[in-house]
């Protein structure tokens, strides 16, 4: 059930919702946390489509903020209601702001938060320097941010690295968690040596390479080198490199990632590019914060970036 809500207040939609879970249409006390989402006009059935799915696993009430005309205009909020199968396991509130209402997005979501229960806020595209001092931002348990939909991906990375606050992340570390998991696997099989570089191939602009090659750089401390191939998906390979034999995880095609390895025969899993419902619902697992993350993207990152630079250099 969709309900269109044009010219009206917080108080008038809150009245609505509740009007709703008394109705039986929706039940409020079964919500573990409020989303809200700061997406563009044009972005808003991409993210609600996403969050739906998500909260087929973390039943919450989505608070999607839009901007949705100039900001010298006369203030109206345009609210729409999505509960039921439009909703998928939530409640779902589009707020399209007009006119000054645009840069009081607190005040505006404030009175639909669900009491007692954690805030996430998610930018699906463009995000403040500082998440965290971001009004929004300042109110959340945890901060999602989707550097790989940025319009400068790497500067957008490297600007959330130099302005990191406990509980933020990034989509773009979502999509290498079952990476991750095949690398540690692989360098648990003998022989046990230890790895002395690191190269990691695929697609320049998506920041999955650049966190992962942060994460490989502090957890094996040994130098680590991106390499941006023209017209590759994603992470297309990665490289171990030991005096032993090298271990390579080669994905060409974004489905399928062969492990080939000194004295072992080659091994084929299913590892296909994970889709955006798949990332946020593994950030919306954990409310703590990542320290993982955070070790990634202000200890290894750093030291990738500054490895380039002397290489560069020389």
Known sequence: MIIDMPETTTIAVDKRLVRLRDEGGAVALGRVLTLVVMADESDVETAVEAANDASREHPCRVLVFASAGPIDAEPRLDAQIRVGGDAGAS???????????QEEPDAVVMPLLLPDAPIVVWWPREAPATPSEHPIGR??????????????????????????????TDLGWARVTLWRGLLA?????????????VVIEGEKGHTSLDLLAGWLRARLRAPAVIDHKPGATAITRVTLQRKGGDIVLDRPDGRTVT???AGAPDRRIALPIRKLNEALIEELRRLDPDEVYEEALITGLPLVDAEAAQGDAA
């Open 91 to 101: 409640e779902v509130v589009i707020l399209r702001t007009v006119g000054p209402l």
């Open 185 to 197: 696997a692989a360098l648990e099989q003998p022989p046990f040596e230890p790895v002395t570089g």
């Open 139 to 168: 109110m959340a348990h945890r901060r999602i941010t989707d550097s790989v939909m940025s319009a400068e991906p790497e500067e957008m990375i490297r600007s959330l690295g130099e302005h990191y606050a406990s509980g933020d």
């Open 259 to 261: 492990i080939s390895q």
